[in-house]
């Protein structure tokens, strides 16, 4: 089992900056690729990026590409999403999860474990 909670998220202003972190506990942190993924109000949730298991390889969606920026700390069980140039369509609920196949990959479906999610706001 794996246990995963999202903080960070928050309300800003379009061009503005959030980090959001996704803590793990439970099964071996390091094993697991991880992703993140958003949900807007009226939408499927959607893969945002993902990084290894090792951190040596990373796959960003083309909407956040060059924006975004998935990174992970396997000595704190943590994963980040750093999010600058913020525009009002990131606006969304963030979730993190976690991959037991190694990864980095986009569908949703590989992931096992999920977050409760964070709450990102972009306002105009």
């Known amino acids: 089992q794996v246990q995963l909670v999202e903080s960070g998220g928050g309300l800003v202003q379009a061009g503005g900056s959030l980090r959001l972190s996704c803590a793990a506990s439970?099964?071996?942190?390091?094993?697991?690729?991880m992703g993140w993924f958003r949900q807007a109000p009226g939408k499927e949730r959607e893969f945002v990026a993902a990084?290894?298991?090792?951190?040596?390889?990373?796959y960003t969606a083309n909407s956040a590409k060059g924006r975004f920026t998935i990174s992970r700390d396997n000595a704190k069980k943590t994963v980040y999403l750093q999010m600058n140039s913020l525009k009002p369509e990131d606006t969304a609920v963030y979730y993190c999860?976690?991959?037991?196949?190694?990864?980095?990959?986009?569908?949703?479906?590989?992931?096992?474990?999920w977050g409760q999610g964070t709450q990102v706001t972009v306002s105009s």
């Open positions: 990084i290894a298991w090792n951190g040596g390889s990373t």
């Open positions: 439970g099964r071996t942190f390091s094993s697991l690729a």
């Open positions: 999860a976690a991959d037991p196949g190694g990864g980095p990959r986009p569908n949703l479906k590989e992931y096992d474990y």
